[in-house]
């Protein structure tokens, strides 16, 4: 079951931990005003597990030099091997996918939703607009539920504001390297 995107929940996932363990200590506090402490403390619990799985993902997270290194590294593969590990990655998360030609490299299928991904210029030193255009174009004939754009470098900034107004969603530097973490 997906989250709507702005539940308290979702959106406490999505920020950094010490906000969901601020909010916890709020309702706990507020609670504990009309509560005994037990209880408080359960009211306060599911914000409390929040803090504590954003931390994980936090701790996790490869930044500064990790990441460097890493992007480094995926920016070394051959286009094949490249290509190989995204699709274990996409599998492991419960896709199917088949590999294809033109402007889209792999078709994931979860349950009725297609995605398309474009991974191609992964490499390149900054991503301009036209493969977004191109992805969004055949996401549109397809389809598709969802495009992914994969780049290990930057996108411009026409290239950024396109993407957002098309809601095709980037999976670039940390992203990219955790999805690729086995």
Known sequence: MKLPQNSLFA???RARWWVSALVALGVFALARLILPEGFALFAALPLIVIAVVVAWKEVRQPRGARL???LEK?????WEEFAGLL????????????????????ELRKAA???LVAAKRWKASVSGVEPLKE???AGEKRGASACVYVCATELSDRAKDFA???QIKRLDGTGLVQLLQP
């Open 68 to 70: 460097d290194a890493a």
């Open 87 to 106: 699709e274990a990655a996409y599998r492991r998360e419960g896709f199917e996918v088949q590999r294809v030609a033109g402007a889209v490299d792999f």
């Open 74 to 78: 995926l920016r070394a593969l051959s």
């Open 113 to 115: 939703d297609l995605t």
């Open 135 to 137: 992805l969004a174009a």
């Open 164 to 166: 957002m107004q098309k």
């Open 11 to 13: 959106m406490l996932l």
